[in-house]
């Protein structure tokens, strides 16, 4: 199943949109079907699953966090991590700073924007983001590779349109101004199971599918977080 399912995502996504298959919760036997399927980038929300699936799993898998960033747990995933999403405030940034540079690495990481209506999604605002020192001469451990942002969680398509045609409106002002001599500037990270095919129209560069892989989510596996 998550062989056919993974065929199936792939062949609708358009050239140029990366997925990442999201596997928390999941046991390490599903993510190896997967990466037998050819996929190679994953991502994980909870910290010492992250640790110790990638101490058990191939090393070329290219390991994102996409769970909520927490300055005390960066310690289990800094050394191989490839990607951290949901860097939702300068004092985040700064703490990925400090933990990278323990480690003596340089990590990708993307800037959460918050634009869907619930209260309990994390990010910057817009303003918050057009406002903040994010090139600053402190920042020589992280690259910031783009913005990600969740849309509202309704069934109005319109809405959910709307939520994603502002983080689009946003990427592109960035792209244009703060980082216009970055290149590497290049990810917009938007869309999941239920509204990919959406943000995909509206300009995503990444899509983090985790249900239409892998099925229903068992949030009872992961005990003993930190």
């Known amino acids: ?97 400090r933990a990278a540079a323990k480690v003596g690495r340089v990590v990708d990481v993307l800037l959460q924007v918050h634009v869907a209506r619930e209260e309990t999604k994390f990010g910057f605002t817009p303003d918050e983001l057009t406002g903040a020192d994010l090139r600053g001469a402190g920042y020589g451990h992280v690259r910031v590779r783009g913005v990600m942002g969740m849309a509202s969680n309704t069934d109005d398509e319109s809405r959910v349109r709307a939520d994603f045609h502002v983080l689009k409106s946003i990427f592109d002002g960035l792209k244009k101004t703060v980082f216009a001599d970055r290149p590497e500037f290049d990810t917009l990270s938007m869309g999941m199971s239920h509204d990919w095919r959406l943000a995909v129209e509206e300009g995503s560069t990444l899509v983090r599918i985790g249900s239409s892989i892998f099925g229903a989510r068992d949030y009872g596996k992961v005990k003993g977080e930190v």
């Open 1 to 97: 199943m998550i062989t056919e399912n993974i065929a199936k995502i792939r062949a609708a996504l358009p050239a140029g949109v990366k997925l990442v298959a999201v596997s928390k919760t999941k046991p390490v036997e599903d993510i190896m079907e997967a990466y037998e399927a050819g996929q190679r980038a994953f991502g994980e929300n909870y910290a010492t699953e992250l640790r110790d699936k990638a101490a058990v799993l191939p090393k070329d898998i290219e390991w994102h966090f996409i769970g909520h960033l927490q300055g005390k747990q960066l310690k289990y995933y800094m050394p191989f991590v490839s990607m951290i999403h949901g860097v939702d405030s300068v004092a985040h940034l700064d703490e990925v700073e």
